[in-house]
């Protein structure tokens, strides 16, 4: 776990951290202690795009959060052997304590994956969010194999269904020291099923046939109190929660997308590795957005 160059990009571009403009006490949780896992360079990168000074992006990460506005900081753990001070069973659905609705901001930097009951570990995150509050997330999607007890399909994520909780941003993006690119996982080109054969999208789908680790950063949104029954039991795979209730499963095919479909039925259809490598790795790379 640590606030790597993905994270703390995420942070900033997607505004959830922001300079504050005059005296604030916004509280911030971490899941699990997180540690500046960034290279010198990476921090080099940060500072000089979001002018940032050097040394607050070279700190720790409870200096990095003072420095956006959160004065009040805890860490959550199973146990305190690494200083937890908020001290949580994320397999057990979440009951009231003391810090119920208290933070503004959680940000889980690569625990989820490691949680028997992943859909429980979130409804004990958004237990704990104010309302109006946000939760960041990093995750594991794909060619993770034996990191931690899951890898997410970004199904997972379009698919939680409750009026509570809405999915502000999602962006798929290779784990690579110097990848300053991402994947818009709320567009509709990435999330279309364009053949009626998938259980996730046509385009992530692609990822399967490339050499990349993929990891997901998710920015939700708090909009009323959790309910509970409705967020652990309704939320079910999105295409077929479509077709149960005989909504349109296929996106309005444009152009592009006819295109689309005309190259990606070419990589699925061969049987050369390599020409699947490398029409996934152009098909992929022309639906790129930079950080940077």
């Not at 290279?39 to 940032?52: A, F, W």
């Not at 305190?80 to 609705?101: C, H, Q, T």
């Not at 959790?226 to 499963?249: A, C, G, M, P, T």
Request: charged share 25%; no cysteine.
């Amino acid at each position: 776990m640590g606030l790597n160059f993905a994270l703390l990009n995420f942070l900033i571009h997607s505004e959830t951290f922001q300079k504050p403009s005059g005296s604030t006490d916004k509280r911030i949780l971490e899941i699990g202690r997180l540690k500046n896992s960034m290279s010198k360079k990476q921090k080099k990168l940060i500072s000089r795009k979001y002018s940032i000074p050097y040394e607050v992006v070279n700190s720790d990460p409870h200096a990095i959060y003072r420095y956006f506005g959160f004065k009040t900081i805890n860490t959550l753990d199973i146990d305190n052997f690494e200083g937890a001070d908020v001290i949580v069973n994320l397999n057990l659905i979440p009951e009231r304590n003391k810090y119920f609705e208290y933070f503004d901001l959680v940000i889980d930097g690569g625990t989820s994956e490691h949680i028997y009951n992943p859909l429980i570990a979130l409804a004990n995150y958004f237990s704990l969010l104010s309302k109006d509050g946000h939760l960041i997330q990093f995750v594991p999607v794909h060619n993770y194999i034996d990191h931690g007890l899951y890898q997410f399909s970004p199904t997972f994520f379009w698919s939680i269904n409750t009026k509570s909780i809405q999915l502000d941003k999602f962006h798929l993006s290779y784990r690579h020291k110097k990848q300053n690119r991402y994947f818009d996982g709320l567009d509709d080109l990435v999330k279309a099923h364009l053949f009626k054969l998938y259980d996730g999208s046509a385009m992530v789908n692609l990822f399967r046939f490339t050499s990349k680790t993929v990891v997901g950063l998710t920015k939700w949104s708090k909009k009323d109190n959790l309910d509970l029954v409705e967020f652990i039991f309704n939320s079910n795979q999105e295409i077929y929660r479509k077709k149960w209730n005989n909504d349109e499963i296929l996106f309005k095919l444009s152009f592009n997308h006819k295109i689309l479909r005309f190259f990606i039925s070419f990589v699925y259809k061969s049987n050369f590795t390599l020409f699947k490598y490398f029409f996934a790795r152009i098909i992929l790379r022309l639906n790129e957005h930079n950080y940077f």
